[in-house]
C-alpha cells in the first residue's frame, strides 16, 4: 500500500520550501502524494506554484482582506478539518511558523495523523519577536512526530526541549533547493531592463544594494528608522537602491512618505521569487528582515545585513554571512557603509560558508519519512 502524504502550505515562504520537496515525493515511487493550499497568501503564493509547476489537489482560498490570526486561523480549521477527515494520510507535512502551519499541526493531532515539520528547531526565545512565528513553531514542535532540523543548531534547541533524537532529522534547509534551481533559470526580462536601466551591470557601475523590510514587528518607528537609513544611504553617487515594497498599508504608508521620489531609489511592487532572487544576484548588499533571504543570500556571495533585533538563523552570524543591525537608522548605515567601502570587510563576508544546506535536503526528508514509517 503506497505511503500517503499530504503537504499543506499558505504563505510564499512556505511555498518556496515545500516546492522541492513536493516535487520529489511525486518521483518517489510507493508514495502518493497530495498537496493542500490554504492560500493564506493567495497572489505571491500562486506565482510559486506556477514557476515550480505544482497544482494543489486542494485549494482553500482562504486569504481576505485585513483579516486577523484569529479568523485565518478559525477558517483553516473548518475548512481543513474535513479533508483530512476524508484523506486520511498517514502523514501530514508542515513547513516553518505560519498560521497554517501552527494549526495545521493541531488538527493533524485531533485526528491523530503524523506529522513532520519541515524547518524545525528554529529560535529566537523571546515569543514576541518574531510574532507570532516564535509561538506558532513552538507548538508545532509539542506535536510533530518527525522533524527536520535545517541545521545542528536547531537539532540542539529541540534536544534542550525534550525531543528524542531519533525523531530529529538534519536536513539542511529545502529553501537551498529551491534556490539552486531557480538560479538555472533564464534571468526575467524585467530584472535585465531594471539593471541595466540603473547602470548596475556595466564594469564600475553603481553598486546595487537591495532591500526588503516588511515584518509586523518593524511597524511603525522601527520601519520608520530604515527608510531615513535608506535615505540617507542614496545620497551616496555609487550606489542604487532597490526596494520591493509589500503590499500591507502598514510599509507602504511609511515607505511612499519617506522615500518616493528620492534620487538613488527605485521603489517596486512585490516581485515575484524567480525575480527577486535574480535581481539579488546583482547586489553588493542586501539589507532585509525577511528570515529565507538569510538564507538565501549568502549562498549568492551576497552580504546581508539583518534589520531585527534578534533572529532564529543565528548560524549566519556566526559564519559571517549575516550581521544583525537592528533598526536605528545610525546603526543601519553605519555598517551599510563599511561594507560598501571596505573591500577586506565585503569580502569577508561574501566569501563566508553558508551554513544552510547543500541543495538536497528534500532527499534526506523523503527518506527519513520512508525509514520511519
Not at 317 to 325: D, F, N, R, Y
Request: a negative charge; charged letters at 25%.
Amino acid at each position: 500500500m503506497a505511503l500517503k502524504i499530504l503537504s499543506v502550505f499558505g504563505t510564499r515562504p512556505e511555498a518556496i520550501k515545500a516546492a522541492p520537496i513536493v516535487r520529489a515525493l511525486n518521483e518517489t515511487p510507493g508514495v502518493e502524494s497530495r498537496v493542500c493550499v490554504t492560500a493564506q497568501h493567495r497572489q505571491m503564493l500562486d506565482q510559486v506554484l506556477e514557476l515550480f509547476q505544482i497544482k494543489p489537489d486542494y485549494d482553500l482560498d482562504l486569504m481576505r482582506d485585513n483579516q486577523t490570526l484569529a479568523q485565518i486561523s478559525a477558517s483553516i480549521f473548518t475548512h481543513l478539518d474535513p479533508i483530512l477527515a476524508r484523506l486520511q494520510p498517514d502523514w501530514v507535512l508542515v513547513v516553518g511558523d505560519t498560521t497554517t502551519v501552527v494549526t495545521t499541526s493541531q488538527l493533524a493531532y485531533y485526528r491523530r495523523i503524523k506529522l513532520g515539520h519541515i524547518e524545525a528547531g528554529l529560535r529566537t526565545h523571546n515569543k514576541w519577536h518574531p510574532f507570532p512565528e516564535e509561538i506558532n513553531r513552538r507548538i508545532a514542535t509539542v506535536i510533530a512526530d518527525l522533524y527536520f532540523a535545517p541545521t545542528a543548531w536547531a537539532k540542539a534547541n529541540l534536544l534542550r526541549e525534550g525531543v528524542d533524537e531519533h525523531a530529529i532529522e538534519v536536513t539542511g534547509n529545502p529553501v537551498i533547493d529551491a534556490l539552486n534551481y531557480v538560479v538555472q533559470q533564464e534571468e526575467p526580462s524585467e530584472i535585465r531592463a531594471l539593471v541595466d536601466r540603473l547602470g548596475i551591470r556595466k564594469p564600475n557601475g553603481k553598486r546595487l544594494v537591495a532591500v526588503t523590510a516588511h515584518r509586523r514587528e518593524n511597524f511603525g518607528q522601527p520601519l520608520e528608522n530604515i527608510c531615513h537609513a535608506l535615505k540617507e544611504l542614496a545620497a551616496r553617487q555609487d550606489v542604487e537602491i532597490v526596494y520591493p515594497v509589500h503590499l500591507n498599508p502598514n510599509v507602504q504608508d511609511v515607505v511612499n512618505r519617506i522615500l518616493k521620489g528620492t534620487p538613488h531609489v527605485t521603489l517596486l511592487p512585490p516581485l515575484d521569487y524567480c525575480p527577486m532572487i535574480h535581481l539579488i544576484k546583482h547586489a553588493a548588499l542586501l539589507l532585509t528582515d525577511s528570515g529565507g533571504l538569510q538564507e538565501e543570500a549568502p549562498s549568492l556571495g551576497i552580504p546581508v545585513l539583518v534589520l531585527r533585533e534578534t533572529t532564529e538563523r543565528p548560524e549566519g552570524v556566526e559564519a559571517g554571512t549575516l550581521k544583525l543591525v537592528g533598526t536605528k537608522t545610525g546603526d543601519i548605515v553605519g555598517e551599510a557603509t563599511r561594507l560598501l567601502e571596505d573591500p577586506i570587510a565585503h569580502a569577508e563576508m561574501a566569501k563566508a560558508a553558508n551554513p544552510y544546506g547543500d541543495g538536497r535536503a528534500a532527499e534526506r526528508i523523503i527518506q527519513a519519512l520512508l525509514n520511519s514509517s
